[in-house]
């Protein structure tokens, strides 16, 4: 009997064992199976950061290659066409004959000052949409073009006639003390600085700038016949020189610009959370208007008031590399480059032999584009 018992305990006993073994290795399975599931996990991540990367820096070598397409048909396309073959000459072995004077002295130095304007002014809008947080937010729409302009205009009223160096100067001049004003307007009111805000207080000061221009050269015929092309905004009729003389300007504005993607980025997450993550929120945003008015004012000095550049690209861009700044910036580089000297190649021949200023070939492509934009953001409810 006790035998009996004891063996009957026994077996509860062993029965005992068989289930907290199995539900033991039941749970050593689960936590294995969890653990493999990480790894594998955390590897197709690590893969997938890894193509994206990859992508992004092909889509970078791929449109270096699309400018120089662009400089290659930019160049052989005219009132006359040029053969490549005589392009390749001309740069190697220069023979003072009549195409390679109109490649070296008119076509090669319009489309340099065309990429480097349509490169100066995407970072530039890219720069001014992640500073306000503010997709309708470009140079030209919140007044630094238009008080660049004015400041250009009075001083060739004042003077007469100014050397590059100057205009540019005065062109910064104007350009900053416009976005000070933007700004400051902008923020004034209980509720602080909203996009709605700084998009009013810039077609404002816009409005404001463009009617003193014209009551300017409304006074002064002189000054009107001098600036006249230029005001709608032209890359014809530049030369080396210019170039050269504001090319160290945009320079250090573009490495500025890409040094502070990374700091944009958190920026446009919201000030506090950019304060949160230790940055200094005054100094990233003063940097960056800096930069802003720079690009904006080179572009000004060096082809006048085009606008449209600024606002359409960064949007055509976050298409392929999503809201990361340290992409956004470069990307809009080349392509506000491409898409300034293919403005500026169509300006040409849409009329030939005569031609267009390229500011109003970019308005005719920009104007509908901000239309759909803007009543887009209004439909969503932002303001």
């Not at 004077?101 to 065309?114: A, K």
């Not at 890219?126 to 500073?131: P, R, S, W």
């Not at 929120?281 to 085009?306: E, H, N």
Request: aromatic fraction near 8%.
């Amino acid at each position: 009997m006790i035998g009996g018992v004891g063996s009957g305990e026994w077996g509860m006993g062993s029965g005992e064992w068989g289930v907290g073994s199995s539900v033991f290795f039941g749970d050593l399975a689960i936590i294995l199976g969890l653990n493999f599931l990480s790894i594998t996990m955390k590897k197709s991540s690590a893969a997938a950061v890894h193509r994206s990367l990859l992508s992004r820096w092909l889509g970078l070598g791929l449109g270096l290659l699309m400018l120089v397409g662009c400089l290659l048909i930019s160049v052989s396309l005219g009132a006359a066409d040029i053969d490549l073959g005589t392009i390749w000459r001309s740069l190697i072995a220069f023979d003072g004959s009549t195409p390679h004077l109109i490649i070296t002295t008119v076509r090669l130095p319009r489309v340099l000052i065309s990429l480097i304007v349509g490169a100066a002014l995407g970072v530039a809008g890219a720069l001014t949409q992640g500073l306000s947080r503010n997709a309708l937010a470009d140079p030209g729409i919140l007044g630094i073009t238009e008080g660049a302009t004015f400041a250009v205009v009075a001083t060739t009223f004042l003077t007469g006639s100014a050397s590059v160096q100057v205009y540019t100067w005065v062109a910064f001049g104007g350009g900053a003390i416009a976005a000070i004003a933007v700004y400051t307007l902008g923020s004034v009111g209980r509720s602080g600085m909203t996009p709605l805000k700084l998009i009013l207080a810039g077609t404002v000061l816009t409005y404001l700038m463009a009617s003193i221009t014209t009551g300017i050269l409304i006074l002064n015929q002189r000054t009107l016949e001098e600036i006249r092309f230029w005001l709608a905004g032209s890359v014809a009729g530049r030369d080396v020189n210019i170039l050269l003389a504001v090319l160290p300007y945009v320079c250090i504005g573009l490495v500025l610009a890409f040094g502070i993607g990374r700091q944009i980025t958190a920026l446009t997450l919201g000030e506090e959370v950019a304060q949160g993550l230790g940055l200094r929120t005054g100094w990233v945003k003063a940097i960056a208007s800096i930069v802003v008015v720079l690009l904006a004012g080179s572009s000004v000095a060096l082809a006048g008031p085009i606008g449209f550049v600024g606002l359409v690209i960064p949007h055509m861009v976050r298409f392929w590399v999503g809201v990361d700044y340290r992409w956004i910036l470069p990307y809009s580089a080349i392509w506000g480059a491409a898409l300034l000297s293919i403005a500026d190649l169509v300006a040409r021949l849409v009329i030939r032999p005569q031609e267009l200023p390229v500011g109003i070939m970019m308005a005719i492509l920009g104007a509908p584009f901000f239309v759909y934009l803007a009543r887009s953001k209004v439909a969503k409810g932002v303001s």
